[in-house]
């Protein structure tokens, strides 16, 4: 038997682009963040279990998966290996930006397949599907005001995501055509305290 009084929240949505390439029309991706280094069941089963039935063909962790003080990553490590086989790309929140073991958390990601996605090491990933392409792009968290600063300008006929931790960065990334290219931004849900936040995105054309 497992408790815990940390809720996992799933939501689905199915989203319409004219601008998705069409051999992406379907694609699935599941969005995790502020997991805060916590566990949903033994070596993290409830939560990985929630995710492969959902079938999704990329997984974006938003940031936050630990916090600023934890020492012992085994949660996300749990997670990690549980999913293996399914391209997975990591963005930093504030959490990660202030702890001591910061490398050590980029080195254990890295390792085990995960791209993390930086404006300083690592800022975009492309997916090719059958001649298509789209492009993941991340930055790592900062004062959303300042964002703009440091964001590229959306690839012209390219479908573009952006992975950034605080959904208060729409309005900079529309600054940069990000929203005219009709391209997608996400990041963490504003969850409560406490709450880890999993979302399902169907991407299909109109």
């Avoid at 999913?83 to 980029?106: R, T």
């Amino acid at each position: 038997l497992y408790y815990s009084n940390v809720p996992v929240l799933a939501e689905e949505y199915e989203l319409r682009f004219s601008s998705l390439p069409a051999s992406f029309d379907g694609y699935r991706i599941a969005v995790i963040s502020d997991l805060h280094a916590e566990s949903f069941g033994g070596n993290q089963a409830e939560l990985i279990a929630l995710v492969k039935e959902a079938q999704c063909d990329l997984i974006c962790l938003a940031g936050d998966v630990v916090n600023y003080d934890t020492d012992d990553f085994t949660p996300v490590w749990a997670l990690i290996d549980g999913l293996q086989g399914i391209p997975m790309v990591f963005s930093a929140g504030n959490n990660e930006l202030s702890l001591d073991g910061y490398d050590a958390l980029l080195s254990g990601l890295t390792d085990r397949g995960v791209t993390v996605l930086d404006d300083t090491r690592q800022p975009s990933l492309a997916l090719s599907r059958n001649g298509d392409n789209i492009i993941v792009r991340g930055y790592s968290f900062t004062d959303s005001r300042r964002l703009v600063n440091r964001l590229l300008l959306a690839e012209k006929g390219c479908f573009n995501i952006l992975l950034y931790h605080d959904p208060y960065c729409f309005p900079e990334a529309a600054l940069l055509d990000y929203e005219r290219y009709s391209d997608y931004v996400t990041s963490r849900r504003m969850a409560g305290s406490g709450q880890t936040a999993l979302d399902f995105i169907n991407k299909l054309h109109e």
